[in-house]
């Protein structure tokens, strides 16, 4: 079975809550059943691939918000998993030229933006290693009934981590600052069944945002991910006047998305030309601060310059004693600076 089609150009709205434009729109999609899979019964995942591409699309819906496509091109795959025919296995890819998007508060643009990722149904090997791991824990804990061996080792582990740490991280300060990213429980079943990894590239943009309020533009992006660890290869960006350039990971990210209170795990580089510390710890500070109700009307039809202007801290009145950042307790971070010009408060630091 297959199917495809082109749009030269379209113009779509539903009453006022979405539109949709599109120029030189393609879609197909196919499936293939040989005569292997027809006559072997147990196969319940078939070959399915489609492409999307288009010159531009735009979309936006009644906020005013805004995503815009230019010759972008994307496919799509479903199949059976080596050995598992009755488990499927999904792949995205994802080229664009460039990529926008606008709303009252945020803007940002990106060039060149690819993306890779596949999700793989991992449910089988999931109850196999949950079997060998509860029988395992038998073992080690005779006393314990096999139904509540999980929970009993679950609570082992919370306290051993505990222990392990420092007082200074446990005070209130630290905690209040604790990074909450946990999913609700119909996301988190779907990010346990599933194994999720990919790439993201993206070779220049910029990024306009009263949460951040300084000219940022990036010098390079690529990262790769799997459910429990972000792997940053290249990152580079020019924020007011910093210059700075990093590589890194972010680890334990499962564990913090499912709710278990788990410690994420960041090991970093960062290389600057120069930096202003005085500088990012006042935007810092001062997109911790902002109330998107304070925008004075609508940004939609101001240009980025304007926006830009509009949203811009000054750096002329920057404090020579900007405000600490509280470091949040569930976060252990490994970074090392390698810089040659450095501002902070009425030091500047030369190597």
Do not use: C
């Amino acid at each position: 079975m297959g199917v495809s089609g082109e749009i030269a150009k379209a113009d779509i709205s539903y009453k006022s809550s979405v539109s949709l434009k599109a120029e030189d729109f393609k879609i197909s999609a196919k499936n293939v059943i040989d005569e292997t899979s027809v006559a072997d019964t147990t196969k319940k995942i078939y070959p399915f691939s489609g492409r999307v591409s288009a010159g531009t699309l735009i979309m936006k819906d009644s906020e005013g918000t805004m995503i815009a496509l230019s010759e972008s091109n994307n496919s799509f795959n479903i199949f059976p998993k080596k050995n598992q025919p009755s488990v499927p296995v999904l792949s995205v890819t994802s080229r664009n030229k460039r990529i926008a998007f606008k709303s009252d508060v945020n803007r940002a643009m990106v060039n060149e933006a690819n993306i890779k990722a596949s999700a793989a149904m991992n449910t089988v090997e999931r109850r196999q290693k949950m079997k060998a791991m509860r029988d395992s824990l038998a073992k080690v804990y005779p006393d314990v009934p096999k139904d509540s061996l999980f929970m009993h080792m679950m609570a082992r582990s919370r306290a051993n981590a505990q222990t392990n740490i420092p007082e200074w991280m446990k005070e209130e300060d630290f905690k209040s600052q604790d990074i909450d990213i946990s999913l609700d429980k119909t996301m988190a079943k779907y990010f346990r069944d599933w194994d999720l990894k990919g790439n993201i590239s993206v070779k220049n943009g910029i990024l306009m945002t009263p949460y951040f309020p300084l000219r940022n533009v990036l010098r390079g992006f690529d990262l790769d991910f799997t459910n429990d660890k972000v792997a940053i290869n290249e990152f580079g960006i020019i924020s007011g006047d910093s210059d700075i350039k990093a590589h890194g990971e972010l680890t334990g990210i499962r564990n913090a998305l499912l709710g278990r209170r788990g410690m994420l795990k960041l090991d970093a580089e960062i290389n600057s030309g120069k930096m202003d510390a005085n500088q990012l710890l006042n935007a810092f500070t001062s997109g911790s601060n902002f109330n998107p109700e304070s925008m004075s009307g609508s940004a939609e039809d101001v240009s980025d310059e304007e926006f830009m202007t509009q949203i811009a801290i000054d750096t002329a009145s920057v404090s020579e004693a900007p405000s600490l950042i509280v470091v949040p307790g569930n976060l252990n971070a490994n970074l090392r600076l390698k810089a040659s010009d450095i501002k902070y408060s009425s030091l500047q630091i030369d190597t």
